[in-house]
């Protein structure tokens, strides 16, 4: 039982390149998150998407976009990386929309951007 | 003001005693209240949940819930060392669900 399942672990990019973060979810979840995690700032919600089709700006979307491929899978694109954009992101998905059920989320990536 | 407080610690209490972990919030329509504990360099993870006035238990955790005065906390019973870890509050309102900060918590030996 995998639930929350996120890719890659680790990155290093350069300030300018691409990458996409993915997510998968295995419960058959209908709303998914990508949160980030800064030292003093907590979790802040970049992204979610309340069901499939649908996807919604958060507090911090700016330099981020965001693709629910499916009822599993949630993607993460950042199209040219900034060192502000270095932190730990977390994928999380919930049975039902924002805040009614809990969070279950991935093991994260640690994005470096130098 | 923040719209979830909490002390960011560190909370330091001996093994076996009780630990208290608090946390405010501002929008009096909250429905929603959710405690994660989060080792350092992992994911957070569900502790509990709580939705109505009152205590909820779940074995050496009881999450307490006081609308009137706007706070919920977290009593962590016989505290042990694997208990170190970062407490995130999570409140519900205005159909949003926001963290706190978090409480780090050490469990002295």
């Known amino acids: 039982n995998a639930g929350v399942t996120q890719t890659p672990k680790f990155q290093v990019l350069k300030t300018g390149q691409s990458m996409t973060l993915q997510c998968a979810q295995d419960?058959?979840?209908?709303?998914m998150y990508w949160y980030r995690q800064d030292p003093g700032m907590g979790l802040r919600l970049i992204y979610y998407?309340?069901?499939?089709?649908?996807?919604d700006k958060g507090e911090v979307p700016n330099g981020y976009n965001v693709s629910r491929l499916n009822k599993r899978e949630f993607s993460l694109r950042l199209e040219s990386a900034a060192p502000s954009q270095t932190s730990v992101y977390f994928c999380?998905?919930?049975?039902?929309?924002?805040?009614?059920?809990?969070?279950?989320f991935g093991n994260g990536t640690r994005l470096t951007v130098t | 003001q923040k719209e979830v407080e909490q002390n960011s610690g560190p909370l330091s209490v001996p093994e076996g005693a009780i630990a208290s972990l608090n946390c405010t919030y501002s929008d009096r329509g909250s429905q929603s209240f959710f405690w994660y504990r989060q080792y350092s360099g992992k994911s957070p993870e569900l502790i509990m949940f709580?939705?109505?006035?009152g205590d909820k238990e779940d074995g050496r955790f009881t999450a307490q819930l006081n609308k009137a005065s706007q706070y919920v906390s977290l009593l962590i019973r016989d505290s042990q060392p694997s208990d170190s870890a970062t407490y995130l509050c999570?409140?519900?309102?205005?159909?949003?669900?926001?963290f706190g900060q978090g409480t780090r918590l050490t469990i002295n030996p």
């Open positions: 998407s309340a069901s499939e089709g649908t996807t």
């Open positions: 419960m058959n979840h209908n709303s």
């Open positions: 709580i939705y109505s006035n």
């Open positions: 999570a409140v519900t309102g205005a159909q949003k669900l926001v």
């Open positions: 999380a998905s919930s049975e039902v929309g924002q805040g009614n059920s809990p969070l279950h």
